[in-house]
């Protein structure tokens, strides 16, 4: 198979700037999904996407970002266009974009805090919802009452002292 992925890498590499953005990520994620890596080729669609990341959708910056994880290829200046791209779509994102993206950048071993900043926020407004949604045990989010200072933390008293003493 590696005579197959090598010759559409070299059909793919001249052109790669006439992809759209969609096709970029497909063929990335298709890349990542068989765990075939080719250096030019990701180089090539790093540097295509880069130059039009604001035309990505939530899905493609999402696919793009777990695909390069997924092979193991830290490209940072493509990670830095994701990033300030997914930190100002992340409203947007859906659960499983948020966990792709996240799961990329814990791959790669990449601290980036505004945009775990911005994963984390989207994620806690899904998890809870907005006033009058519906969250757990079926109850209203503005029924929710808070948790009482000795239940905050398992393991922790209302004084503070670990295992109730």
Not at 12 to 17: D, L, R
Not at 55 to 78: P, V
Request: glycine share 6%; net charge negative; hydrophobic share 45%.
């Amino acid at each position: 198979h590696e005579q197959l992925w090598d010759a559409i890498s070299a059909a793919a590499i001249p052109i790669i700037h006439q992809f759209k953005p969609q096709d970029m990520s497909n063929i990335a994620w298709s890349y990542a999904t068989m765990r075939y890596q080719n250096v030019q080729l990701l180089d090539s669609i790093a540097e295509a996407a880069i130059s039009s990341i604001g035309e990505f959708s939530c899905q493609g910056l999402s696919n793009m970002a777990w695909s390069f994880a997924k092979i193991e290829c830290t490209h940072r200046q493509l990670l830095e266009a994701i990033s300030a791209q997914a930190s100002s779509k992340c409203d947007a994102f859906s659960p499983q974009e948020l966990a792709n993206t996240a799961w990329a950048w814990a791959t790669l071993r990449v601290v980036d805090r505004p945009l775990l900043d911005a994963i984390s926020a989207r994620a806690i407004s899904t998890l809870i919802g907005r006033p009058g949604a519906v969250g757990a045990g079926g109850r209203k989010q503005e029924d929710w009452e808070a948790p009482s200072e000795a239940t905050c933390e398992v393991g922790v008293s209302a004084r503070g002292a670990v295992g109730g003493r």
